[in-house]
């Protein structure tokens, strides 16, 4: 499952849930892009943060464009918590999406980051084609509160993952993100969210994503989408619901 795990870690240091949760109160813009207002300078996001606590989050996550990546990574991802997130304060999160690195296709991946460790990555699918849908989820656990897990294309792509004092937390987030790797350079993407929805219950009893909390940085953009045809909630007989969808992309 980890072929390109060690390009991760060393090269990419996806460890960026913990970065978007707190913007600091002043950021030192480098270039045209990667200003750095949501997260430590390099880093730069467009996406939302559900205005809800939830028990998880999905979505169809597709690659419009080829990634253009000189240095660090892009990526689009899903997940719940972040720096100092957990109980105690510790840095605790979860997260899965779609990441490319300079060179490489893009794949799909989980990051972990548990209490007291350091974060966990895993390539779950490789070389994922320009206009691939993958549907990403990160649920917690029906019957087991704290324990979560990512789903891959409808069908569980990790075991259970245990995050000490983390259920009824949370507010999901979605967001597309690109760090220059320490250099004045600025990464190119293009992803479409689709069919963003969160988690009523633990094990799902999905409902509508609404914004909260919105991530743009210099040099990228958020174009909300018509969200298409009503979903029926579960469990079936529930209240029909219009899932959120936006692009997120450079400029």
């Known amino acids: 499952m980890g072929v390109k795990l060690a ?42 943060q559900a205005n809800a606590v939830a028990h998880g989050i999905r979505a169809t996550i597709t690659a419009l464009t080829l990634p253009t990546v000189t240095a ?7 997940g719940v918590g972040g720096k100092h997130a957990g109980r105690n304060g510790a840095d605790e999160c979860l997260q899965t999406g779609i990441a490319a690195l300079p060179a490489g296709a893009p794949l799909v991946y989980a990051e972990v980051q548990r209490a007291g460790s350091s974060p966990t990555f895993l390539s779950l ?10 549907r990403l989820a990160v649920l917690e656990m029906q019957g087991r509160p704290n324990y979560w897990r990512v789903w891959v ?6 075991g259970p993952v245990h995050l ?20 004045p350079v600025c990464n190119a993407f293009s992803f479409r969210f689709e069919q963003v929805g ?54």
Not at 72 to 78: L, Q, R, T
Not at 153 to 158: I, K, L, S
Not at 203 to 220: E, K, M, Q, T
Request: with cysteine; glycine share 14%; proline share 8%.
């Open 164 to 183: 000490a004092g983390s259920t009824g937390r949370w507010k999901p987030m979605a967001t597309a993100e690109s760090w220059n790797g320490g250099r």
């Open 198 to 251: 969160v988690a009523a219950a633990l094990g799902g009893s999905w409902s509508a994503f609404r914004p909260g909390y919105h991530f743009l940085d210099r040099g990228y953009r958020v174009r909300p989408l018509h969200s298409g045809p009503a979903f029926k909630r579960t469990p079936a007989g529930g209240a029909a619901f219009r899932p959120y969808a936006f692009d997120a992309e450079s400029v």
């Open 125 to 134: 699918r490789e070389k994922v084609d320009v206009d691939q849908p993958h």
């Open 7 to 48: 390009a991760f870690v060393a090269a990419a240091a996806l460890a960026v849930l913990g970065t978007v949760l707190t913007p600091p109160a002043s950021a030192s813009p480098q270039a045209g892009c990667s200003s750095g207002a949501n997260g430590s300078s390099g880093y730069a996001y467009a996406g939302h």
């Open 153 to 158: 294309d409808g069908a569980p792509a990790t």
């Open 72 to 78: 660090g990574h892009v990526a689009a991802w899903i």
